[in-house]
């Protein structure tokens, strides 16, 4: 082992895990751990083996000669040693070097051919994790004039296996919440529908490419310093509107630029609190998904559709429709000169038939059926 000045029972242990912990969220974190133990623990090799009982093995090498990386990978599913010891238990200490003495190993293709011109003479390794069918390990090396590993190594590389578990364990997250993330970016970039997400207090986190197109364009919505807004006062405040209703966990609908030869319909729709807790956002923060619909209304449910689909009556699905476009009751009531006691009555109605009990859940329902209607 290389001499170190820091004082304790393994000299330069704690300083190499922090290290390991920082870089586990980098890019190229495998290759920058395997660095990391191998300066530690004065091995010019370090390999990361991930192996299946049935055959095949990932492996990443650090200290090869890049003349020899290839080779060795395509002699991967030929390691004996990586054969014996899967079976061997997780976090001991494993001594390489009585298995390159057996007879068996120093017949093989990968000993005369990698290892051997490499320098790997000397072995240490652990398994670090079993997970189903597979294993995986890390192995450490040194040429024959570093000597072989002694107490010492074995105790640094048994204490090394938890942490590296561990760093190992947390770029997988990462990993996978950011191709998830990717993943939905992907799914709702395909949709044609415009779809925003937003915070509780209408900041931007997301637009699908339908709806860049959609806010580039002369639309009464745009996203300035990653909030969205509106130009009149009037779809501001509709616009406040649905934002407050997904703070509240409800949602809400709305038009917007009524007469501007570019109206716009839009759906507010929470997301789960418990599905935005999953990726680390504090609870107190509320976000939303607004669906946006331009122009006129071809394609979407007209009131016979809701007739037919529901036995509402012509009052009842007309009312439907407005509920959906985001008029008010007062707002609906007026339009059809009728009294507002009637517009309820007629509004609870259409809750029993449809099977919704709120305003923005009927709003959600109509946009939900003209999409099925649009397709």
């Known amino acids: 082992m290389p001499d170190r000045k820091d004082s304790g029972p393994l000299p330069g242990l704690h300083e190499m895990l922090g290290g390991i912990y920082d870089v586990a969220f980098q890019e190229d974190a495998l290759l920058r751990m395997l660095d990391l133990v191998s300066r530690a623990s004065g091995n010019h090799i ?38 014996w010891t899967m079976v061997e238990a997780v976090g001991k200490p494993i001594h390489g070097d009585p298995l390159l003495a057996s007879p068996e190993v120093q017949r093989t293709e990968l000993f005369n051919d990698v290892w051997q011109p490499s320098g790997l003479h000397h072995v240490v390794g652990i398994n670090l994790e079993r997970h189903r069918s597979r294993v995986c390990s ?32 947390l770029r997988r997250t990462l990993r996978w919440t950011q191709a998830r993330g990717a993943l ?24 699908n490419g339908a709806a860049d197109a959609l806010l580039s364009g002369p639309a009464p919505i745009a996203a300035v310093h990653s909030r969205i807004t509106a130009a009149s006062p009037t779809d501001r405040a509709r616009l406040r509107r649905l934002v407050q209703s997904i703070r509240g966990g409800i949602g809400d609908s ?5 007469g501007s030869g570019h109206s716009l319909r839009v759906l507010a729709a ?7 807790c999953e990726f680390g956002v ?15 209304e071809e394609g979407s449910v007209d009131a016979a559709d809701l007739q037919r689909f529901y036995d509402l009556t012509a009052a009842e699905a007309g009312l439907a429709r407005s509920i959906k476009l985001g008029l008010t ?3 609906a009531a007026d339009a059809r000169q009728v009294s507002l006691n009637t517009v309820r009555a007629q509004l609870q109605a259409v809750f029993a038939k449809t099977g919704v009990s709120r305003q923005a859940e009927l709003a959600r329902l109509m946009a939900s059926l003209d999409l099925l209607r649009r397709r």
Do not use: K
């Open 46 to 83: 370090a390999v990361l083996c991930d192996r299946g009982e049935t055959g095949g093995c990932v492996e990443v090498a650090h200290g090869f000669d890049p003349f020899y990386v290839p080779y060795m990978q395509a002699l991967s599913d030929r390691n004996v040693v990586a054969d």
């Open 138 to 169: 890390i192995w450490l090396a040194r040429s024959r004039s570093a000597g072989a590993h002694d107490h010492a190594d074995f105790r640094f590389v048994e204490m090394l296996a938890p942490h590296l578990c561990r760093a190992l364990a």
């Open 254 to 258: 709305a038009v917007l630029g009524q």
């Open 329 to 331: 009751l007062r707002e």
């Open 270 to 276: 929470p997301l789960s609190e418990e599905r935005v």
């Open 282 to 296: 504090p609870p107190t923060d509320r976000f939303g998904i607004l669906a946006l619909h331009s122009g006129a």
């Open 184 to 207: 939905l970016g992907q799914a709702l970039d395909a949709l044609s529908v415009p779809v925003l997400v937003v915070d509780g207090s209408g900041g931007l986190v997301f637009a």
